[in-house]
Structure formats: C-alpha cells, structure tokens
C-alpha cells in the first residue's frame, strides 16, 4: 500500500521551527514548573527513570502503536499480557510489593501504571477493591486478604452497582442470607448470596467481567432471624484459583462495548444462590455469630467517618484527574495551534497565520490551560486536607477522649469538606469532559482523527462525570451541606459558626450574616478596569455570588414550605439552582486556592519571580474567564455594573496577550512526553504532518490493493451491474 | 457463556407499564405531529413503507445487531454489501434512477438510506460529487458524467481539503498544469496532477480512500501560459473501471480510524504528475482551449451565485440534520427517563420515583427536545427560503434583464440568507452536539454502553461541528455581513435598507435605528411573570439583545481603528465578541421562526389545537430557556431587571410541567422505529433492562470461558507466579 508515499515523510522544517521559536520566547524556566508539579526535582527525575523502565523495556509489551486499529478483545488481551509484564518487572526492582510496610497501592507502582499510557483490567483491584478491604475488614480478614491481593492470587473488583440500581444504595437487590451450619450451612455458619431479580444482577462493576476472580458484592444482609439489616458487604469468589472457571452458582461476563475505556471489562454478575463462609462478611463494623445474630461493634462517630473519608479521597484523586487530562489535551492542542496556520496575514497571501495567534482560539485553550493548573493545586490542597482530617479521626478513634472535639470534627468539619469535595468532583469533571473535547474541536479536522490523540482520551474520560456521585445528582449533597451553615447563622448559633470557621465554607459566613441583617445590597467597589485587576476584587466577588445565591435558595424553599407545599416538591423545584450554588461554591474555592498556592510555593522558594508571575497570568486569566462566563450571575443583583462586566471582558483580553508567548512554555512545563501523549498533533518537536500520514498508512483498511470488500461487493456493482434498471420496471 | 442466565429474560412488567402510563397521559394525537414532520399523511405512510422494505429484506444484510461488536475494517465492508444490495432493490422497483427526469439524489432513495440506520462509504457521492459536476460541469460534460454516477460506474468523491489546508482554500498546493499536446500532451492538451508537497497531500475526503474512483479534485490551475489562475475543480480517476486498481501516479488509501464515522473511508490522495484529459477541468464558468489558453466565460452575477446557494444548502440539511440528531437523543433520553427510577418517594422506601419527575433532569431533557422541534421549522424554512431564492437567480440568470433586481439579490440577499445559514449551522450543530452528549449523560451508567445507542451516534455526529464551516469560524461570517447593514443604517442608505428588509435580518433595523440616534436605553416592559409569558415578550428581548451586541461590536471595531489600531488587529480583539452575536442572531430567528410555523401549521389546519398547544409550550420553553441560559445578555445594559431575570425562571419551571405529561407522546411523534433508533434504553415498549442484558452477553469478550487471554497470560501470574518476589530484591 501506499508505495509512491515517501517512506520517510520528510520533517517539516517549518512546523519544528515554530515550536523551537515558541520555546525561545518563554519568559520563565519550564523545569521549575515541572518540578512544582511532580513535588520535588527529585521527583521528577524518579518520574522520568521509572517512565524510562516502560519506553525501554526489551519484550516491546508496552508499545501503543497499534492500539487504535485493533479489536476490542484484542486490546484487553494485550492489556492483561502488559500487566503481567509489569508485575514481572516490578517484582524484579522490588516495587509494588508493599509501601511503609502496608499492603498499599505503591506511589512507584502507581507512576509506573501511568507511564504505560494504556488502561489495565486490573487497575480498580488496587484503587477500590484493596482499600474497601482496608476500611471494612477487621484485622484477620486484613491479615488474610491483603497478601493474596498483593500477590496477586485474589483478583478483586468492587460490585455494588446493580443492572437496575445505581447510586441509590438502598435500592440494592441482591441479599446475602444467613444459614446456620444446622440448616445446611458450612461449618461456622455460611451466607447465600442470591441475586433475586433481572435488575438485582450485579452491572458495571470494573474487572469483574473477565479479570477478576473475588468480587466484594454489597447486598442486603439477612440475618439468622430473618431480618433484613440493610446493606453490607461480603466477598464472594467467582473463580476457582486453579483454572479461572466459574464458581458454583456464579454467572459473570463483561457488559458489552462502551463509548470508551473498552480495555477495561466492566462485568455482569448473577448470583443463584451462591455459598461463601460467614468470614466472608466484611466484619469490621458488624458481626454476625455463629447463629446468625447481628451486632454492630462499638465504635466511635470518628471512626465510622473514616471509610467515608476514603471516599472523598477516592473524590480528590478524580479532580487529580482531571487536572491530568486537561494537561494532556492543552499540550495537543496548544502545540498543534502553534504550528497550524490558517489565514493570510497579509494581502500578499504569502503567509499565513498560527492559529494561536486569533483571540478565539485564546479564548477556548487559555482558560483550560489555566483550569489545569488551578486543578492542581485544589486537588493538591483538597488531599492535604483529608489527610489532615483522616489523622485526626484516627487520633479520636484511638482513644481521644474529647467528645467535643470528636462531635466538631464529625458533624460540620465533614460535613464542609464533603460540601468541598462533591462540588469540586462535579464541577472539575464536567470542565475537563467538556474542555477536551472542545480542544478537540479546536484542533479542527484532525481532532477527529485517532492518530490525534483525544478521541480515546476523551471517550474513556467520559465516565467520570457520571461515576462516584453523577455531576447533577453532587450539587443537592453540597447544598444539603451549606443549608446547615445557613439556620446555623440565622438562627445565630455561635457554637456551629465556630465549628464552621475551621471548614472551607468559612468564607460565607459573613456574607451570609450581612444578609440575613437585611444587607443584600452588596457592590462591588472597583470603580476602573486597573482596579478590577486585583485578586481580592475576584474574591469578593466570587464570595459574594455564592453566598447570594444560597440565601436565596434557603429562602425560597423556606417560603414554599409555609406556603404549603411539600419539603420534597420545594426541594425539587430548587434542583436548578442547587446546580448553580455548588458551581459557585466550586468557584470561590477554586480561585482562592490558586492565588493562595502560588503565593506559598513562592515563598516557600519552590518557584523564582519568572515563575510566580506567569502563575499569577494563568490565575488572573481564570479568574476573569470564569466570571465573564457567569457575568449574569453577578450583574442579577446589581453587584455588578454594566461597566464592571466590561472591565472583566478587557482584562480576560489582557491576560490571553500575557500568556500567548508562555504557552507553549507551559504545556511543555507538564513534561508528559510523546509516548504517554500518544498524539500525532501533539509531539514535542512539532513534526506532525508525517506523523499523521504514518498512522494513516497503518490503518489494516490500508493493507491490500485494491482495498477488502471490492471483489466480494463493490465489484458486483461496478464491473457485474448487479440488478441494472430494466426498462420495464416502473416506480414502485 | 452465561449459561445460568435466563436466555429469555423475562420482561419487566414495571418498566413497559411505565411507559404505557405515559401514553395515557397524553394530551395531543401524536400522529398528527408526525405527519407534520414528514410533510403529510401520504409521506409518513411512503416512509414507513420503504422502512419496512428494509427491515423485510429477506438476505439480512441490513441487520445491524452485530456493529458495535464489529472490527472497523468488518463493518465498512458489510455497508459496501449494504450499499450494493441496497442498489439492487432499489433497481428492482425503479427508484434511484433518476428524479422528475434529472440524475439527483432521489428523495425516496434517500429515505431508504436513512432507513438503513447505519452509514454508507457511498454517501457523499450523490450528496457532494454528483452537485458538483451539476454545478460546474458544463452541459456536455454533465452529459458524459451524470448517467455513469447514477449508475455507480463512476463512484465519486470531493477532494478539497489537504493535509496542512482547511477551509482556507486560497492556500491549497495541489497543481493542475496545463500540458500541450506538442508537449507531451494527449490530443486536444492535458492537465498534469501533481501533489508538490507533503503537505498538499489530499486529506479527508469521504469515498476518496478505498470505494471510489474518480475524485472531483481542487487545484491550483496553471495555465498554457505559466500563469496560476487560482483554484478550480479536475475531475481524476483514481481506480480503474476494471479491478479498481490505482491509475498511475495516484496513491491514495484510508486516513484512518477516527472518533466516529468510521465506517467510511475518508481518504487521502498523492498524485505524482498524473496526466488527465483538458475536457477534465470542469468548465462551467471557466474554459482552457487546446493551446492552454484560460478565458472565464461571461457569466451573470447572478448565474455566479447560484453555486453558492448549493453551498448553503448544504448548511441547510446540516441544520435539519441537527433536529434529527436531538429527535434521536430525546428519544432514547425521555423514554428512558420516564422507565428508570431512583430516589424514594418517601420514607417508607417502597416506591422509587421516575428520573423524569426531578426538575433538573427536565431541565436538561426538555428544553432539548424543544431545539429538536425548533430546528425542524427552521430547517424547513430555510430551506425554502433557499429555493426561492435560487429560483429567482435562476429567473435572473436565463435572461432577465433587470440588473437592478440582479444587484439587489446578489449583494444583498444572498447576503442575508447567508448570515442565517452560517449562524444557524454554527450553533444549532453545537446545540446538537453538545445536547446528545448531555442526554447520554442524563441516562447515567448505561448511557456509557455502546448498546444505549448514544455511542455511535455521538461520535459520528461530532464531525458536524468542524465540516462546511468549523462553528468558530462561522460567526465571523455572519457579522461580516451583519455590519454592512450596521453601516447602512449609520450611514442613513435608504436603498440599502428597503433591499435589507427582504432578508432574515429585518428585524435588527429598527433597533438599530434606534441606537445610531442615541436611544442606548430600551427596557423590557413586562412588569410581571404574567405579562412576561408571551412570545412577543421574547421575540422583543431576543431582537434586542442581537441588534445591541451588533452595535457594540461596530463601534469598538470603529473605535479601535480610529485609535490606531491595524484592522485585523481590531477585527481580531472583536472575535469572541462575533460569537456571541452570532448566538444572538439565531437565537432570534429561531425563536421567531418556531412560534410562526406554528401558527401557520395551524392555520393551514395540519395541526389541532391540542397539537398547537403542545407545540406552543415547547416554544415558550425553548424562548424562555435560551434567555435563562444567557441570562447576562439581558442584564447587562439593563434592558432586563432582576425581576424579569427571576420571572423567566419561574416561567421555565411552569413550561416543564406543562410538558412533562405530554414528553413521551410528544418523542412517540418522531416515530422512530427500534430498528432505527438502536437503542436498549429507548425501547418503544419501555423493556429496557433485558435489552441491555441480551446486548451484553454477544460481545465476543463472552464467547469462551474463561475469557481471552487468561491462559497465554494471567494464569502465568496467578498460577505460575511470574517473578515471584524473592527475599533477595532490593527496592530500585
């Protein structure tokens, strides 16, 4: 095929020269940067050793040149072939086995998973099943599991979804009923893990497919008596360790084709009345004896909230992502506008234009550049936090005696950074879903290629708006958060408003006293664009927006219910709002911390002035954009003038001629090189032209001449004249 | 595989009651809407037949049960085979041929592709080669030509695009030099076609990489003379007529997988001095003699134009297509919302409620479904006005002499119409894109499966934002042609407006007007939700809205300019600024456009006054939701207050209810057939769930036990333990 192509396209002297010339006007130091984001210089070479371990590794497992052409069987073939091999190397450099002495997904191990640049059917063993048995089993089942998993004997998965039940876990079909060893059971007593119903059939669950040979199946426990006491969560094999081969009573498969993260077998489960040992309850919280009687164990408040930190932390690794994923798509698309041109400069049509150079296409890759940077540092921020939280509650747990610490800390300083965490994981998903694709479409017709980068990028991220709390359903947990804060100042709890202090919807507590004092009519003070530009402008009027639109909303449902109507109908009829307010809460925090962070790392000496000031850029730009975006939202209440939104639309101009010479600077800063980019558009050294051409002479479509289905189709129409027009048949 | 499932899931009688219940509720006769749709009864009954001709088909062919399970290189050629028995049925019962005696693409032959619910390699030949050769061909060439592409000897694709050149097409490289006949040349001289670089390489092309064999090439012509005469059409045969082999110096091959559409082979195309007949040139309004000799024949102005409106009609079916799109998505999205159930009703948590009963769930669904029946009218309307136009261009061009008229239709309302087709392609096929994306998203988990339906259809669609027009391009385009008439009101071109007022872009004069005479300060006059719930309300604020943003952005551009600024450089700070008048503009003619086809549909009594109802809600929603969403628009020069900001919410709320009985009943009027729609989750029948199930265990990942890639692999790890940990190793 193909064979008058040059083979070896020729670099393009042009497109390497544009990116070498971006480069040169860089006004900071990229590696300062890159340092900042992998934690340390240390950091960062470790990163690039342990990446070398895959790019160089002799087996050529790792290769993703022909991903994009091949079947979806054969990619989750390769994928479980690639695993093993990891595993193999990991084992001979003795990383992964465990970390600090626990049985702990290994941050190396980690980085390593990232730097294949492919997804693994086994990834959720380490990021949910592991954990789950962590925070739910008590210390023998611990003792027991946690080995055969780093070993990778016990291959688990996390099945609580089911075909017709979601997130609302109570909903859940799928019963675990006692049985006593008089009954039938096995020694010691055993559960019968059933799935009653077509809907209760176990759906979605990551590796339990294919992969995995032990599932941790939520489902309601019934007891030895017969009562059903609600949801837990027993681990059941579904393969036997020997041959892979189904247990007894068990079905599983995968689930079909999905938009995208096809490598991965998301599976089925149907249980027919399944028998696992009584032991095989997660016991951590509850126990069930030998005859079948349940208790509850004795613990403290701070330590049943210690699993549901893991779920926030489970939260703050996504807005981690999505950080990542716009840091990959800003790096395709900014170097790809750097080098494409379009448009004459001139009327001597000699020349045309970077497309970097429109303020549109500013418009749409700056902010998301920016958001990639202010992400990171609010997820950053949001995991020290929960670490913070999570230490404290453990220190509660283990015999702190303070109950009034140990209320604060559970009823309002979780409750504010569940608040935080639920609109950020809303909030950030949905930016970086819709930033990637719309960098897609702003590389144009090539975006649309494989070989480009995104389409695979984008699809698989698609779960992530809709997995751990869908992104229209988080805004009622944070609002259901915030209304606390709002009776607790209107009805002038000092008590709560000084537990609210230590939480990070601080911020609203004074707004919120002004107006509930009949103060609503709040302005904002800039009275010229040079004083808009300032930061704290940004920040009162972020504050000032999200308190608003929360009082109005406590007053509105509030009115409906003394009209009348039912809390549920006057709840739902503020969904829409709701969606609003946590946006808004999202967005304070989101540039507060972004202003804080730089400021910090500056003095922490992590970044030089060059540095500190294309960051303020980059915070300045998001800032703007995101109040321009929203300007309805501050104009609404006159907070805002005609003129002010005015100002906002210039500065947001300002900032894009600010960042323009830094940009490719600052994807470049993200280090993330050509083999994880996996884009044609996006390589560092601007030669995309040939690499375009490449991908496309290794499409399989391409591989005989002429191409497959002419001589078996085509050829009976063009050459056979299948069914030419008689000239009788007339028009049906 | 999944042996203990019940091979015949049972039904859930829950599910298909749900959405029984749902017709019930109905207050409109569904039929009536469809045959409003496909124009009348006769039509709708036409199009069922002809569907049903497929599904019949007795080989099977057309069976799409298998796609999402399929290869790329698989499903391409089994749609060469569709297309090839689609040829031969259609020859069978006469259509096809031609249509009232032209060689066009025949409407039913059209209804029977899209009947096949699937893509076609064979699709841009009738909708892009064979216009083309009817536009530019002259009579002899059309003569020659025509009759082989209707009987698909000549398959034909549109080579315009190249690699490193889009939409700019004064910049492509590909050369068509003339070639004398004492030169080397054939008798009567030739055109030699030569891809100079690589970066003139032809990209893109649908029909171009491996089905066709003849492309309809855009080239640089250079003359007998040396002379380059800018760029025209050269009709090359790619393959031979005999074995679909390459013809000499051509190579050309697939480009590729991409995001979607994959069942076509977009192309490329190296042509290494390819020698082709003179007569090749298409040679409508440009002639070259046999001594190379370039000469453009006189032409009308009128004559000229004509072309063009094929290019806009083109934006026209886009548009349409738009409503299709979200005709299929609200399908898929409002049935299933309607069978799907989360959250309890109340505390004794027996019953779930319906997703579609919560507020935002309508709020994303509805005002969706609206825009799909919005953009229908437009569509049509457009498309008629389109046809009227052409028409009087072509009344013009055979002879009428009124050169007067001829001014007024060339520059004038050609303009028009084409600032409503640019803005009107530009948004309603983002509105399109982004709203499916939305609408998966709102059916959760399962909108993530390919067997949802939404995958594939997504993905494909996603070209539509980029092709004929990248949507961030287009609104320049429109204000380009918006400010001419700015500047003939400012100017006071009296002539210049009575012709302005035959255009779509009438409305903005009187405003405008206005503004040039000082009144900056017009208000809404509604001074209460209920004056506030009335079309001519919105119709006001929408026209408003465009004409201000318009006026704005003439002034900055003058005043820019006038304090010295460079024009590119003023034109190039106001582009962020076009997109949004753009916006503004359809949203005017959209918005005007569904409230008068309404009426007028009634009028003409092919709707009942309880289909007219329905429909006027969904124009209220559809006004009221576009104003909500840019609410800052409105805001900002105070022509709204925050009263009327809080009526419009309010009344976006009363709208949802109105619909939300009528929302199954009014997506059952699409009359999309199962077979079409491809969906486990918008079943007719509301049977969802075994759907789902029946689709998931045929994916070839299921077909053994255990699955792929267990025994070459992940037993090694299991069971052989791959590179055990020995005590030996030391952390690298």
């Known amino acids: ?401 303070n109950v009034n610490a140990e209320e604060i800390i559970t009823k309002i300083e979780v409750g504010g950074i569940h608040a935080s965490t639920s609109a950020l994981k809303s909030f950030c998903t949905t930016v970086a879903a819709d930033g990637i694709e719309d960098m897609r479409k702003a590389c144009g017709g090539h975006g649309f290629l494989q070989a480009s980068g995104f389409p695979e990028m984008i699809c698989s991220y698609l779960q992530n708006p809709t997995v751990e709390g869908d992104n229209q359903m988080l805004p009622m947990q944070v609002v259901k958060v915030l209304l606390k804060l709002v009776n607790d100042v209107k009805s002038g709890n000092t008590k709560n408003l000084e537990d609210w202090r230590k939480t990070d919807a601080k911020y609203l507590i004074e707004p919120l006293k002004e107006m509930v004092n009949g103060n609503t009519s709040t302005k904002c003070n800039a009275s010229s664009k040079e004083e808009m530009m300032d930061a704290s402008v940004f920040h009162n009027a972020y504050q000032h927006r999200a308190a608003r639109l929360l009082f109005e909303v406590s007053n509105k449902i509030e009115q409906d219910v003394k009209n009348g109507q039912k809390f549920e109908d006057a709840w739902n009829a503020s969904l829409i709002q709701m969606g609003r307010i946590s946006k808004a809460h999202c967005a304070y925090l989101l540039f507060d911390n972004f202003v804080q962070c730089i400021k910090e790392e500056s003095e922490k000496g992590n970044v030089s002035p060059a540095e500190e000031s294309v960051l303020n850029h980059l915070a300045m730009l998001y800032g703007s954009y995101w109040i321009e975006k929203e300007i309805g939202d501050f104009l609404e209440d006159k907070y805002f003038t005609s003129e002010h939104a005015a100002y906002i639309r210039s500065l947001v101009l300002e900032m894009m001629d600010k960042i323009r010479p830094n940009a490719v600077a600052l994807v470049d800063a993200f280090d993330i090189s050509d083999f994880r980019l996996k884009s044609a558009l996006g390589k560092y050294d601007g030669d995309v032209y040939p690499a375009i051409v490449e991908a496309a002479k290794r499409d399989p479509l391409n591989a005989s001449e002429p191409g497959p289905g002419y001589k078996e189709h085509l050829k009976d129409l063009i050459v056979g004249g299948v069914g030419v027009y008689s000239g009788t048949v007339s028009r049906l």
């Open 1 to 401: 095929m193909a064979k008058n192509l040059p083979t070896n396209c020729p670099s393009s002297e042009k497109t390497i020269k544009d990116l070498l010339q971006e480069r040169s006007k860089a006004t900071f130091n990229p590696l300062k940067i890159t340092n900042l984001l992998d934690g340390s210089q240390e950091a960062t070479i470790r990163r690039q050793h342990l990446e070398s371990l895959i790019t160089k590794d002799p087996t050529g497992i790792f290769s993703n040149d022909e991903n994009m052409y091949m079947h979806r069987t054969d990619r989750h073939v390769r994928s479980l072939a690639k695993h093993v091999r990891l595993m193999e190397l990991c084992r001979s450099i003795g990383i992964g086995k465990e970390y600090n002495g626990e049985i702990v997904l290994d941050p190396d191990f980690h980085i390593l998973i990232e730097a294949l640049a492919d997804d693994l059917p086994t990834y959720l063993h380490w990021v949910m099943f592991v954990p789950n048995i962590r925070s739910l089993g008590d210390e023998e089942q611990q003792a027991k599991w946690l080995p055969l998993c780093r070993d990778w004997k016990m291959i688990g998965c996390y099945a609580q979804t089911e075909l017709g039940h979601g997130s609302n876990v109570r909903a859940l079909e799928t019963t675990a009923t006692f049985l006593k060893e008089e009954d039938g059971g096995d020694p010691g007593g055993s559960w019968i893990v059933h799935s009653p119903t077509l809907t209760s059939i176990k759906f979605w669950p990551g590796t339990l497919g294919r992969t995995g040979n032990h599932a941790m199946v939520i489902a309601r426990l019934i007891d030895g008596q017969g009562v059903d006491r609600g949801v837990h969560n027993f681990l059941v094999q579904t393969r036997s360790y020997k041959d892979h081969t189904l247990m007894k009573g068990v079905t599983c498969g995968d689930i079909g084709p999905k938009i995208g993260y096809n490598v991965m077998d998301n599976g089925f489960a149907k249980f027919d009345q399944v028998k696992i040992p009584r032991r095989n309850m997660a016991m951590r919280f509850a126990v069930v004896d030998e005859q079948g009687n349940y208790s509850k164990k004795t613990v403290s408040e701070a330590t049943s909230k210690i699993s549901y930190i893991t779920m926030m932390q489970v939260r703050a690794m996504i807005v981690r992502n999505s950080s990542k994923v716009l840091r990959m798509g800003s790096t395709m698309a900014i170097r790809y506008s750097a080098v494409r041109r379009q448009g004459f400069k001139d009327k001597h049509m000699k020349e045309e234009n970077q497309i970097l150079d429109y303020k549109q296409q500013q418009h749409r890759l700056f902010p998301l550049l920016a958001a990639s940077y202010c992400f990171f540092f609010t997820a950053k921020k949001l995991s020290e936090n929960l670490k913070a939280i999570e230490e404290r509650l453990y220190s509660l747990s283990n015999g702190d005696s």
